[in-house]
T-cell receptor, first 112, second 115 residues
Framework: GDSVTQMEGPVTLSEEAFLTINCTYT??????LFWYVQYPGEGLQLLLK?????DKGSNKGFEATYRKETTSFHLEKGSVQVSDSAVYFC???????????FGAGTRLAVHP | EAGVAQSPRYKIIEKRQSVAFWCNPI?????LYWYQQILGQGPKLLIQ????????DSQLPKDRFSAERLKGVDSTLKIQPAKLEDSAVYLC?????????????FGAGTRLSVL
């Protein structure tokens, strides 16, 4: 069935380090892909999205490329900041009912 | 633009008690979703409304959970009676129209602890 597998956390980095959070999915067809971020005490916020193969979503220095061949949508950032500390969720839209299927989330902690 | 509003933010109850959560979506958003997020897991859809009609409730435990969306705006999710395994964050989301690639906007959630 539909599912998302994310890199397990927590991921701990120093400020200005390079970030990669791996995400692969199992789905029928070619769904739209998303990264959501959840800051402490807040709701989920859309970080970026890609709607078709080879699309690159980007926002706030984060990027992810829709790889149809490997069914992956890895999140990257060249230089993380302390303010990027949060939980990151990979997700895709399943079927015709606009249902989001989420991964388990990856907690990122960035220290000065 | 105001976001999705949820209340209460926190709720602690004993098992077998009842509880209700309220959601007010972004103005004009036709589609409303309730998700359950258990600690350490990603959110899981419980029910989806299009205006005031149910589109998908396949993962809603209907023996104890119920939801309604009167007049196609606010929504209430109820649990009666609660079990220990219902401890989770309940997230409400809304989106403008029912399109396959539409973005969902989330509220801050209600954290439920069942003792």
């Amino acid at each position: 069935g539909d599912s998302v597998t994310q890199m397990e956390g927590p991921v701990t980095l120093s400020e200005e380090a390079f970030l990669t959070i791996n995400c692969t999915y199992t789905a029928t067809g070619y769904p739209s892909l998303f990264w959501y971020v959840q800051y402490p005490g807040e709701g989920l916020q859309l970080l970026l999205k890609a709607t078709k193969a080879d699309d690159k979503g980007s926002n706030k220095g984060f990027e992810a490329t829709y790889r149809k061949e490997t069914t992956s949508f890895h999140l990257e950032k060249g230089s993380v900041q302390v303010s990027d500390s949060a939980v990151y969720f990979c997700a895709f839209l399943s079927g015709g009912y606009n249902k989001l299927i989420f991964g388990a989330g990856t907690r990122l902690a960035v220290h000065p | 633009e105001a976001g999705v509003a949820q209340s209460p933010r926190y709720k602690i109850i004993e098992k077998r008690q009842s509880v209700a959560f309220w959601c007010n979506p972004i103005s004009g958003h036709a589609t409303l979703y309730w998700y359950q997020q258990i600690l350490g897991q990603g959110p899981k859809l419980l029910i989806q409304f299009q205006n005031n009609g149910v589109v998908d409730d396949s993962q809603l435990p209907k023996d104890r959970f119920s939801a309604e969306r009167l007049k196609g705006v606010d929504s209430t999710l109820k649990i009666q009676p609660a079990k220990l395994e219902d401890s989770a964050v309940y997230l409400c989301a809304s989106s403008p129209v029912w399109l396959a690639k539409n973005i969902q906007y989330f509220g801050a959630g209600t954290r439920l602890s069942v003792l």
